[in-house]
T-cell receptor, first 114, second 109 residues
C-alpha cells in the first residue's frame, strides 16, 4: 500500500463550474476524512466517513459541497457552482478508529477558481 | 467547538532547541497530536499525547498538561530539514481532529 492517493493534484476551474476530487485511502483504514487548507492556516474539517457512512459534515460547509464513499473504499468530494472563495488545498486523510498514531494524509488537490 | 492557539513563527539556528506551545479550549478532549508539514507537502503525524506527561520520539518530544489545557512540541538538535510548519491538533471523543493555525519554524545555518 502506497498511502493515501488524491487525484487530481491540481485543478483550475472557472467560477460556476462543478469539480470532483477523488481520494483513495489506505485499504485497511475504515475512517476517511476531508479537510480544506488555505495559505497560512491549519487544515479545516469538512466531513468524514466510517466505512461507507458519512458521520458528520461541518456546519460551515455550504450545501454546494457533497461527498460520497461508496462501498467504504475510495471517496469523492464534489463542489458545485464553484466560487473564488473555494480556492484552497483539499486534503484527504484516513485512519483506523481508535488509532493513536494519527491520520495519514494525502498530498492534496489544489483547487484554483478563476 | 474547538479553539487552539500556537505562535505563528519561530526562527532558530541549526543545533538549537525550539519549543512550540499550544493552548486549547475544547468541548471534548481526548488527546493532543502534532503534525509536520513541509511547503507543498502533506501533513505528517509526529506525536500524540493522551495522558499528561512527556512523550519522546527521537529528537522530538511532546508534552501535555490536561489541567492547564496546554501542550508543547520540543524540537532538539535542529536541522535544516526541520524547517516546516507544525500544527497542534485536538482529538475529540469521536477521534476527529481540529487543527491550530500552525507555527512556521525556520532553521538558519
Amino acid at each position: 500500500d502506497t498511502g493515501v492517493s488524491q487525484d487530481p493534484r491540481h485543478k483550475i476551474t472557472k467560477r460556476g463550474q462543478n469539480v470532483t476530487f477523488r481520494c483513495d485511502p489506505i485499504s485497511e483504514h475504515n475512517r476517511l476524512y476531508w479537510y480544506r487548507q488555505t495559505l497560512g492556516q491549519g487544515p479545516e474539517f469538512l466531513t468524514y466517513f466510517q466505512n461507507e457512512a458519512q458521520l458528520e459534515k461541518s456546519r460551515l460547509l455550504s450545501n454546494r459541497f457533497s461527498a460520497e464513499r461508496p462501498k467504504g473504499s475510495f471517496s469523492t468530494l464534489e463542489i458545485q457552482r464553484t466560487e473564488q472563495g473555494d480556492s484552497a488545498m483539499y486534503l484527504c486523510a484516513s485512519s483506523l478508529v481508535e488509532d493513536n498514531y494519527g491520520y495519514t494524509f494525502g498530498s492534496g488537490t489544489r483547487l484554483t477558481v478563476v | 467547538g474547538q479553539s487552539l492557539e500556537q505562535p505563528s513563527e519561530v526562527t532558530a539556528v541549526e543545533g538549537a532547541i525550539v519549543q512550540i506551545n499550544c493552548t486549547y479550549q475544547t468541548s471534548g478532549f481526548y488527546g493532543l497530536s502534532w503534525y509536520q508539514q513541509h511547503d507543498g507537502g502533506a501533513p505528517t503525524f509526529l506525536s500524540y499525547n493522551g495522558l499528561d506527561g512527556l512523550e519522546e520520539t527521537g529528537r522530538f518530544s511532546s508534552f501535555l498538561s490536561r489541567s492547564d489545557s496546554y501542550g508543547y512540541l520540543l524540537l532538539q538538535e535542529l536541522q535544516m530539514k526541520d524547517s516546516a510548519s507544525y500544527f497542534c491538533a485536538v482529538r475529540d471523543n469521536d477521534y476527529k481532529l481540529s487543527f491550530g493555525a500552525g507555527t512556521t519554524v525556520t532553521v538558519r545555518a
